[in-house]
């Protein structure tokens, strides 16, 4: 048995209007598809139904801008809690409880995304209680916490994929600082100079933090303007251009006064190609740039911003769950499945996925709960009694614990959310 999903596609600014839809081959709407979430949120929860008995409106994804309704299917989060044994399997259950672990989303930004970090466990369920006891709202853009959980995530690119993550080598920020004018840009310097530490770091990037909300554009065109220039002169001379330099001037340029740009020169960027990931753990300061993905995450939309926003930037509370030590970008663990299948784990207990390629037929050795997403082509999916249904591109499904393990047969490409 497995039941197909019917997920929601949030329509945040920075998303593209052409990428999913041209992915999955749906039809356009002229909004933004930013993220569709798979799983059982309760911001943004999958609606599921058995496969073998579709109703003809049934519909792969619900535009959360748009209202209407899906009849005849059951929130994930209630199907999961009427049998949390068959669904989920007893190890997840004792160790999460009735509850999916993770939510995986498609994610498409045609913008960079706001920096933000995500708080670590303890953070997130003391701020979460916080802010119950006070009795702001879940949807009130005042609140930090929506939930009590962490959120270490990790993201596939299905296209070439830019970010930030992390910081850099205090030598290095000295180095993209030593020609930025501006007061901010200057005191930066100086105290990374001072102390080449995590500590010098956690100052630059605090003083920088500090002038949102201040009479600060002139100072920041000042700073953007010094670097539009250097950048201008390395090339007419034909010399290699920082990458830090290109990707501060974008932001300027995109986010006028806002000290987010000042902020990235002081994290890694970093690039991939299809089928290569970069995992995110709590306190990580990052931000997507551009590109076509699949995320993976444990079941949370716990968000501190750091800049490159118009929502709410909390600088005390975001500073509490920083990590300050200098770190490049991470990369899960990677194991060959069969046929072109990879296995990507990043080593924490909610959430590992599968991506790849399926010629003929693939084998998927892991139980427990199971969200299969079919990105292209068309693909059976099978359970130790038969065929369980066959998903095209765009189409999903929930696959409980006690179906077993699944076989895939076809020609097309998956992601495939499991609980390692």
């Known amino acids: 048995m497995m039941y197909r999903l019917s997920n929601p596609l949030q329509s945040y600014e920075w998303g593209s209007k052409e990428a999913i839809f041209e992915a999955f081959g749906w039809e356009t709407t002229g909004l933004p598809g930013a993220e569709l979430w798979l799983g059982a949120h309760p911001l943004a929860v999958s609606v599921a139904r058995t496969a073998d008995v579709l109703p003809a409106h049934w519909q792969d994804y619900r535009h959360v801008a748009v209202e209407h309704t899906v009849a005849d299917g059951v929130s994930l989060i209630d199907l999961i809690k009427s049998d949390p044994h068959f669904m989920l399997g007893e190890a997840v259950e004792e160790e999460f409880g009735p509850r999916l672990p993770y939510l995986m989303k498609i994610l498409a930004a045609d913008q960079p995304l706001s920096l933000q970090v995500h708080p670590k466990p303890h953070i997130a369920r003391r701020g979460f ?21 962490h959120k270490p995530e990790m993201l596939v690119a299905m ?41 010098g770091i956690e ?46 001037l974008e932001l300027f340029e995109r986010y006028p006064g806002d000290p987010g740009a000042l902020v990235s020169l002081m994290l890694n960027r970093f690039s991939l190609q299809p089928g290569e990931a970069v995992y995110l753990g709590a306190g990580q300061v990052h931000a997507y740039l551009s590109g076509l993905g699949v995320e993976i995450m444990a079941s949370s939309d716990n968000v501190l911003r750091a800049g490159l926003t118009h929502k709410k930037v909390d600088v005390p509370e975001l500073l509490q769950c ?18 072109q299948l990879t296995e990507y784990r990043p080593g924490v207990p909610e959430f590992a996925l599968i991506y790849g390629g399926v010629e003929g037929s693939a084998i998927v050795p892991h139980n427990g709960p199971r969200i299969v997403l079919c990105l292209s082509g068309e693909l059976e999916v099978s359970g130790v009694l038969g065929p369980l249904g066959t998903l095209a591109a765009g189409q999903s499904a929930f696959v409980p614990h006690g179906v077993g393990n699944l076989g895939l047969r076809g020609d097309g490409s998956v992601a495939i959310a499991y609980v390692p």
């Open 203 to 248: 100052q630059a990037f605090t003083l920088a933090l500090e002038l949102r909300g201040t009479n600060c554009s002139v100072e920041l065109d000042e700073s953007m303007d010094s670097i539009a220039e250097l950048v201008g002169l390395q090339e007419q001379a034909g010399e290699t251009v920082s990458r830090g330099h290109r990707t501060a």
């Open 129 to 149: 209680m916080r802010e119950n006891a006070a009795g702001v709202a879940l949807n009130d853009p005042e609140r930090n916490y929506k939930d009590e959980s």
């Open 322 to 339: 920083t990590d300050f030590a200098p770190t490049p970008a991470g990369r899960p663990r990677l194991r060959a499945g069969t046929s």
């Open 159 to 199: 296209t070439p994929f830019e970010g930030l993550s992390g910081f850099r080598r205090p030598q290095r920020i000295i180095q993209l600082l030593e020609h930025v004018k501006g007061d901010t840009a200057s005191k930066m310097r100086e105290m990374l100079q001072y102390r080449p530490s995590a500590a």
